[in-house]
């Protein structure tokens, strides 16, 4: 079984810094594939980023250069620092766990899929 707890959101002004973090419990994590996804109201869920084992990142095109993902193995830490934050980035931010790429069912890749594990959310709200 696998859960995950995220924290960090928060309320801050365009352009601001703000880091999330996902702490993570279950067997040999460290060979999952991580991720974060983000959820705005009456919008879609929508990939930010993702991280696998090897540390191979990839983001959404929206995040990119602004959003950097990163694992802490030893901690059952993973993170998502945030700069450049924009008004539209405003969301229900959730980590998640994708097991599937372990079984090479799918490549690892900003989640969106219902099936992977997924954690209650952190709220994050940019003001302009």
């Known amino acids: 079984q696998v859960q995950l707890v995220e924290s960090g959101g928060g309320s801050v002004q365009a352009g601001g810094s703000l880091r999330l973090s996902c702490e993570v419990s279950g067997y040999a994590w460290s060979t999952f594939c991580m991720g974060w996804a983000r959820q705005a109201p009456g919008k879609e869920r929508e990939g930010v980023a993702s991280?696998?084992?090897?540390?191979?990142?990839t983001y959404g095109d929206s995040v990119k250069g602004r959003f950097t993902v990163s694992r802490d193995n030893a901690k059952n830490v993973l993170y998502l620092e945030m700069s450049g934050l924009r008004p539209e980035d405003t969301a229900m931010y959730y980590c998640?766990?994708?097991?599937?790429?372990?079984?090479?069912?799918?490549?690892?890749?900003?989640?969106?899929?219902?099936?992977?594990?997924w954690g209650q959310g952190t709220q994050v709200t940019v003001s302009s």
């Open positions: 991280i696998d084992n090897d540390g191979i990142t």
């Open positions: 998640a766990a994708d097991l599937l790429v372990i079984a090479g069912l799918r490549r690892c890749q900003p989640p969106t899929s219902d099936d992977n594990y």
